[in-house]
């Protein structure tokens, strides 16, 4: 029964290291603004100029 | 489909969707409405841009309007306050655009580095409409920046409160996220080490027990005096100021639980109370969040200085130089040219000066002024340049002196909330129980059972579920009244709307509709003759002509030639072999007749004199509607800094015509304001513009009326936008019926209160009970708060 101490240890171990990334992220700022993250992650990369042209030949 | 779509984009801009003139401006097959939006295509085709059409359809905003200047960015000593952080190579601003609307705004913005290389970095805050840009001040100056964002159609709003700070993110909110979430994380944790305890924990387990109670008082610890500390420290606060508030029984029973907890895990009597008190502490700071939270996009705080620039031209031997407004003294001779904002009284000293007051005064017609006459800071100057002497500095001009008034540097008072009232009781009686049942064992020879009863009521009757259905109810409230556009400062203003019984309204912009105005010609004219009217008012900026081409909706057929414009005065031209001539009666050279107050705009064709139009004001949608309601149970005024030529068309609606007053200025409208609350009155003020800052600041709840809340609002309680203007009374409805839920949630967490002092007096209150009965309660009126006021807001059709 003696492995419950180690266990234990261990998970607070761990729930610490999700409160420390809480406050990491909070601090960093992470939470100010929650909106526009979710929309920058849509927008391409780069759009090609050659794929614009040919899409747009596609359509005529 | 396709070709559907292909005929609605072609009748509209390419880039900002308006309708097209009839000979439009085109570039790569694409149609433009005028040469500023041809202008950000260019320049976003040029730097491989395009995609910013691809997001979404007509995504800018019209390039109509004339652009600002910018001299001033390149004063080194405004700069310094304008920015957030500037070292030898780099300098980072935050500036607020209000144009930011779509995903195409912030994919555009964020590769502001494709136009401009030396622009490193920017990144949107889209709920804000802020932009914070880092770039090489080597490479780049911040005015080139600025006009770099004018170019592509996203002007900044620089005004001075920027210079006077920032926004200043709410600090207690920023704090209590942190507690809120080490009493979470103890929370659980303690939770589990409890949950042995409650379960029964067999012989050869025994050992754990006293593991898992240093482990629990382990985190009792942060709880207690991290988390929990501001109850203390409001507790202290109050007893010091001899009132008794919900803070203080708070405190106490935490108090007591972390030490009861203490003295039973060390003497090995009992589990202690840890899980409680973890419980207890994390619910009482999300309610307290739920108080708090407010929005951040939206501004209550703002004074005169946010509607005023940052800096004005001012001459000075014969040329121009941009000078800081707070060091514009008295004496200074300025520039100001169209649309900009005349700073402080001042001196007309050269142009003709055509001014608009509406957001000053509420006077809805634009003023002409003649030489050497004074104008007054705030008006914002239609026709071309105009020079200016200044003879009062900002601070001390006619309107800015209002914030002088002390009513700006008192505290507004603290609105008294219902659980103020109660707790006050609450706290008397429970000490009296406590002390009660403890003295009953003291004499019936029970040491033990008398500190074990006074501590457990002290426990049990820890106030958790009343501290929240305050804020869980409220908090509701201020979600379904933002759902309906009506946003409010704090939680607190929701328990004064239901106590407001007199209603004060401002006339231009609250009442009436400054969109939508109506328009009746006196006098004969043919459809014929109103195509050329309209055909000629199309090619002035002026708000008259864009207003009167906005109501005709004719489309234009024919071009003029001959074009004239005298600013502030008339137009003229030559359509289609008839001449017209648009503009005051002066202008088209009649004999001054007896016109109307109203904004007349007379028309003449061929020498002939047709008559005139007449624009007047509507009422926002709903206003009759709303009166009629609200004037049942409630008592109507009405103060207009405008002239009374509206009266006539107002007195049906207000009880009588003392409780109409017009031409008050804005220090009138805050003495009438303190005048009728020194009759007891509650009063709510709904006000739009600058002048009515006083009044809604003196009244119990201050309401500005706008139709776009990311435009100006002057300091207030409550943000309402003018097209949920008819819901008022709803609005109120909905208040006094989320005062009913409390007190319906307080009947409640008071039951239970006395269901756990049932066990408490007796001095049997087990850990396991107060751990049951506590988040029960909790949970009870959370739900409860939370649908019953959801209910009512179906009922009232705000759902």
């Known amino acids: 029964m003696n492995m419950i101490y180690f266990l234990i240890g261990c998970s607070i171990l761990l729930a610490l290291i999700f409160l420390a990334a809480f406050f990491w992220a909070s601090k960093t700022g992470q939470h100010d603004d929650t909106y526009t993250p979710a929309v920058r992650i849509l927008f391409e990369d780069e759009m090609q100029p050659e794929n614009q042209t040919k899409s747009d030949e596609d359509q005529f | ?799």
């Open chain 2, 1 to 799: 489909m396709f070709t559907e779509k292909t005929a609605a984009i072609e009748t509209q801009c390419y880039h900002c969707g308006d309708d097209l003139p009839s000979n439009p401006y085109a570039i790569d097959d694409r149609q433009f409405c005028c040469l500023g939006c041809q202008g950000v295509y260019r320049i976003l085709s040029e730097n491989n841009l395009c995609s910013y059409y691809a997001y979404n359809d007509v995504p800018g905003q019209t390039q109509k309007q004339p652009a600002a200047h910018f001299e001033y960015l390149d004063e080194p000593s405004i700069l310094a306050d304008l920015v957030d952080y500037m070292d030898e190579r780099n300098t980072v601003i935050t500036l607020y655009i209000p144009a930011i609307h779509c995903s195409s705004c912030i994919w555009l913005l964020e590769n502001l580095y494709k136009i401009n290389p030396a622009i490193r970095e920017s990144r949107i805050d889209f709920l804000k409409k802020t932009v914070k840009i880092t770039f090489k001040n080597q490479d780049i100056s911040l005015r080139k920046v600025v006009e770099t964002l004018v170019s592509i159609g996203y002007e900044p709003l620089i005004s001075s409160q920027d210079l006077v700070k920032k926004q200043q993110s709410d600090r207690s909110e920023r704090n209590l996220v942190p507690k809120i979430a080490v009493a979470g994380f103890c929370f659980g944790n303690v939770m589990l080490f409890s949950f042995p305890d409650y379960f029964g924990l067999s012989q050869l387990e025994n050992e754990f027990r006293t593991f898992f109670g240093w482990l629990n008082i382990a985190f009792c610890i942060p709880v207690t005096f991290y988390s929990g500390r501001d109850y203390f420290i409001s507790a202290y606060t109050n007893l010091k100021n001899r009132v008794l508030n919900l803070d203080f029984p708070l405190a106490l029973g935490i108090a007591v639980m972390f030490i009861r907890t203490l003295a039973e895990i060390i003497t090995d009597t009992g589990a202690g109370f840890a899980d409680t008190l973890c419980g207890l502490v994390f619910f009482l700071l999300i309610g307290k969040w739920m108080q708090q939270r407010t929005y951040h996009h939206l501004s209550f705080e703002r004074d005169y200085r946010s509607y005023f620039p940052v800096a004005v031209t001012m001459i000075k031997e014969n040329k121009t130089k941009p000078l800081p407004l707070s060091e514009l003294k008295q004496g200074d001779r300025i520039l100001i040219r169209n649309n900009e904002i005349i700073p402080a009284d001042a001196i007309l000293l050269k142009g003709e000066a055509e001014i608009d007051f509406s957001f000053v005064t509420g006077e809805a017609i634009p003023v002409n002024k003649t030489l050497g006459e004074i104008v007054y800071a705030g008006g914002r100057q239609l026709g071309s340049a105009i020079e200016l002497e200044v003879i009062k500095p900002v601070s001390q001009s006619y309107l800015t002196s209002l914030w002088n008034n002390e009513t700006f540097f008192s505290e507004k008072d603290r609105i008294k909330t219902f659980s103020d009232t109660t707790s006050r009781y609450f706290s008397i009686v429970l000490l009296l129980i406590a002390g009660g049942s403890g003295t009953y064992w003291m004499f019936a020879a029970d040491t033990a059972k008398a500190v074990a009863s006074f501590t457990a009521v002290l426990i049990i009757a820890c106030p958790c579920a009343l501290a929240l259905s305050s804020p869980f109810t409220l908090a509701a409230v201020l979600s379904i009244f933002d759902r309906n556009k009506f946003y409010l400062k704090s939680t607190a203003v929701v328990e004064e709307l239901a106590r407001i019984d007199t209603f004060v309204f401002d006339k231009t912009g609250t009442i009436t509709n400054p969109e939508v105005a109506g328009i009746a010609f006196k006098g004969n004219i043919t459809v014929a003759q109103k195509q050329l009217v309209n055909d000629l008012a199309v090619n002035s900026g002026h708000p008259l002509s864009r207003e009167l081409v906005k109501l005709l909706n004719i489309k234009k057929c024919f071009s003029v030639d001959d074009y004239g414009e005298k600013i502030g005065r008339g137009i003229s031209g030559r359509i289609n072999g008839n001449e017209v001539k648009l503009g005051s009666s002066a202008f088209i050279g009649l004999p001054l007749i007896n016109s109307p107050m109203s904004s007349a705009v007379h028309v003449m064709t061929n020498g002939e004199y047709l008559g005139y139009f007449l624009f007047e004001q509507q009422w926002r949608k709903g206003f009759k509607d709303l009166i009629f309601k609200l004037g049942k149970w409630a008592d109507l005024h009405l103060v207009s800094g405008d002239q009374d030529h509206d009266k006539k068309a107002l007195i049906p609606f207000f009880p009588t015509a003392q409780q109409m007053l017009f031409q008050q200025t804005p220090q009138h409208k805050l003495d009438y304001i303190r005048s009728l609350q020194n009759k007891g009155k509650k009063i709510m003020m709904l006000g739009d513009g600058l002048n009515d800052a006083g009044a809604l600041r003196q009244s119990n709840v201050g309401v500005a009326v706008t139709d776009n809340i990311n435009n100006f609002s002057p300091d207030c309680d409550a943000i309402l936008d003018g097209a949920s203007f008819h819901k008022l009374p709803l609005f109120i409805r909905q208040a006094k019926d989320a005062v009913t839920v409390i007190h319906a949630s307080f009947a409640i967490s008071l039951t239970y209160n006395t269901l756990g002092l049932y066990f408490a007096v007796q001095g049997m209150l087990s850990p396991l009970i107060a751990a049951v009965l506590m988040p029960v309660s909790t949970v009870t009126i959370i739900l409860f708060t939370s649908i019953a006021t959801r209910l009512y807001a179906r009922k009232n059709k705000l759902l």
